[in-house]
């Protein structure tokens, strides 16, 4: 034990050069192996890449990991392409070849320091050694057996303090003490005495002791004490029955975190399997259950799942194995016709009148279809559907050419020539503008016979040409607004939110260049001058309200500065306030006397004074308030409103800048629903006065 102990603390001295190791390995109950980190109070199954030797961490670098079946045969899987093999993969054969030839070379020269560096400090502790071949053999036994390999200096440091027995001095106590069956043989130093806040504290503490200790959930309480009976922690619950209680919580939360990891496991498994499946090129969705059993058998991925659960996943895996085999089939049929259909194409040789067989042997001889294998192997049928389409497009072309191509392009141009025609006449009376719809227009246009001519013939169609002749109109529009608005700025004419569209278009037709202009250009020249008027406006109104929200917050921050409360009247206030910027500012008296009387009854409603108020002085306050509202501006109307719904709440619980929020929102509610309204409204505006023009 001794000897253990001096090789760890030499190891640490020597590999890491810290005082204080900070992973430590331990024994689970089951025998398996696993690492607590001292610091982070972490554990894990692996070891930690801290206590890896260099030729270790080079293997876990690598992708290909060696395991072992149920029967001990060895076989290699590369974690990244999913690939099993059971031979020695090149890449880890050449990385065990480089670690051996490392390590051989390494070994003599380490193995010599070590022992040159740890025999003055064995000469120095005792004075008798003996050798014991016994424990160097128990002590390499047991490390091949349940340790993974070491690095060379580490066999030399065991080698040579497993070959040296050295007593150490005994005292009564440490003669008496028997050494606890699960005691660590690393831990030799007690740990003080630890004292805990509060009852709390203690129970956590012992919680935590038995998660540390690695106590099962399936242990008894006498089984438990056999981890922890030598940890100071043990005595942070005086009474037994506390300590039992707190055990038998830990079991529970226990049981309940390894249901959890076994759940969770076996979904990996099943969700490894299934990814495994898809991707895995050794089978399709015609094989067949036994015959995945033959390939995976001796798999982890296939083992770990259980029986009922692994043909569930096989079924859905062939079933998308299935689906995806289907699309692509489907995809390469369609690739295939394409590809036959651009092959025939650029045949040359082919006419309307080839014959399939003749086809056949053109194609043949033809070195994109016979150097395509997917194109060779193409069905027959879907073969002979892209000929007969092919050939079917060659006679339509040879068609084409027997008629007279001028002859018929002559006459459509005259129908559509003439078609023109009948636009420009229902412009000029004033029946087409660039604001005209097909469906107001077809009417009239559907019984005149350049209409008739034009049906049936290809090319563009009548609603085409109309749509033409309208975008001619429209791409008018803007060297139009601006003949507009030179006979408006002429007229010394400004357009506002009164001025209506009659107005707007008597004052252009008095000049001589509105001749020329397009109906509805002109109309939609007045939509956007009103829709700027009606921007101007609005901002100008979001100013006043500003201004005037401003005007009353100084004059409520006067009256705050004065000290006015709830129970003074205007006329004892009214000295303190004249002469001031605020209160000049407000010009109105009854605005002044409206803002005081709103202010008091804030004030009124934060100190908490709820008064009665009988139903004859709540009429003469409504009477009062509406002879207020009558004489006020449309700005103090708006502020007016706000402290009105101000009064009706039960308690003024927000802040000012709330309210101000409050009144923009009431002041201008201009949603996206009013916005469409609106729009489709100046549509129907539009549509009649063409109308009433026309």
Request: glycine fraction near 2%.
């Amino acid at each position: 034990m001794e000897n253990e102990e001096l090789l760890r603390k030499e190891k640490i001295t020597v590999n890491k050069g810290e005082s204080k190791q900070t992973w430590t390995e331990h024994k689970a109950p089951d025998g398996r192996t696993y690492y607590y980190n001292n610091f982070t109070k972490q554990s894990l199954w692996d070891k930690p890449d801290e206590l890896k030797t260099a030729a270790e961490i080079m293997l876990s670098q690598c992708p290909w990991k060696e395991y072992k079946t149920e029967d001990g045969k060895i076989y290699y899987h590369n974690v990244s392409t999913k690939e099993s093999s059971w031979t020695v993969p090149p890449e880890l054969g050449e990385l065990k070849n480089k670690i051996a030839s490392e390590e051989t070379t390494k070994t003599t020269a380490n193995g010599q320091s070590v022992v040159d560096t740890l025999m003055p400090m064995v000469q120095s502790s005792t004075a008798s050694l003996t050798i014991s071949q016994a424990v160097v053999t128990n002590t390499e036994s047991s490390a091949t057996a349940t340790r993974a390999p070491i690095s060379a200096l580490d066999q030399a440091m065991a080698a040579t303090l497993a070959a040296i027995t050295v007593p150490s001095p005994q005292t009564e106590d440490s003669m008496d003490a028997k050494p606890s069956p699960t005691s660590d043989s690393r831990t030799s130093t007690p740990e003080p005495k630890t004292t805990f806040k509060d009852k709390r504290e203690a129970l956590e503490a012992f919680k935590e002791l038995l998660r540390e200790k690695n106590v099962p959930s399936n242990a008894s309480w006498d089984q438990a004490l056999k981890y922890i009976q030598r940890d100071p922690r043990l005595a942070a619950l005086g009474k037994l029955t506390e300590r039992k209680q707190a055990f038998h919580a830990y079991k529970t939360q226990k049981q309940k975190e390894e249901k959890e990891e076994q759940r969770l496991k076996a979904k990996k498994a099943k969700e490894d399997l299934e990814a495994f499946l898809l991707v895995d090129s050794s089978i399709n969705s015609s094989t067949k259950y036994f015959r995945c059993e033959e390939i995976y058998g001796n798999l982890e991925v296939w083992k770990n799942v259980p029986e009922g659960e692994r043909r569930d996943i096989y079924e859905d895996a062939i079933f998308h194995l299935s689906k995806r085999e289907k699309e692509e089939e489907k995809a390469l049929r369609k690739r295939n016709m394409k590809n036959l259909t651009r092959v025939l194409d650029s045949i040359t040789d082919i006419t309307h009148r080839t014959a399939w067989t003749e086809a056949q042997q053109l194609l043949l001889d033809n070195p994109s279809f016979a150097e395509d294998n997917d194109l060779l192997a193409m069905d027959k049928e879907d073969a002979l559907v892209v000929f007969e389409q092919h050939i079917r497009e060659l006679e339509h072309e040879d068609e084409e050419r027997e008629r007279g191509k001028r002859r018929i392009k002559r006459l459509q141009r005259k129908n559509r020539d003439s078609f023109l025609n009948l636009l420009d006449e229902l412009h000029e009376n004033g029946k087409l503008t660039s604001m005209s719809l097909w469906v107001e227009l077809y009417p009239i246009i559907s019984t005149d016979l350049r209409f008739s001519a034009m049906l049936g013939q290809p090319g563009s169609n009548p609603l085409d040409l109309f749509k033409f002749y309208i975008e001619d109109l429209k791409s008018r529009f803007q060297d139009e607004k601006k003949i507009i608005k030179e006979i408006l700025k002429q007229k010394m004419f400004e357009v506002d939110i009164k001025t209506t569209f009659e107005d707007f278009a008597t004052v252009v037709c008095e000049d001589k260049r509105s001749l020329t202009l397009d109906g509805g250009n002109v109309k939609l020249t007045y939509n956007a001058l009103l829709e700027k008027a009606e921007a101007r406006e609005k901002e100008r109104l979001k100013d006043d309200n500003r201004r005037s929200k401003k005007l009353e917050n100084a004059f409520r921050n006067l009256l705050r500065a004065k000290e006015v409360d709830h129970l003074a009247t205007w006329e004892t206030s009214l000295p303190k306030l004249e002469g001031d910027p605020a209160f000049e500012a407000i010009i109105a008296e009854t605005d002044r006397v409206r803002i005081f009387q709103d202010y008091q009854r804030d004030m009124e409603e934060t100190c908490g004074h709820h008064h009665s108020r009988s139903k004859k002085n709540k009429k003469k306050e409504k009477k009062q308030k509406r002879r207020s509202s009558s004489s006020r501006s449309p700005s103090t109307t708006r502020s007016g409103s706000r402290s009105k719904s101000r009064s009706k709440s039960p308690s003024r619980s927000k802040s000012e800048e709330n309210d101000v929020k409050l009144v923009e929102e009431e002041l201008f509610p201009f949603s996206h629903k009013k916005n469409k309204k609106k729009k489709s409204k100046k549509k129907k505006e539009r549509s009649r006065s063409v109308r009433n023009k026309s």
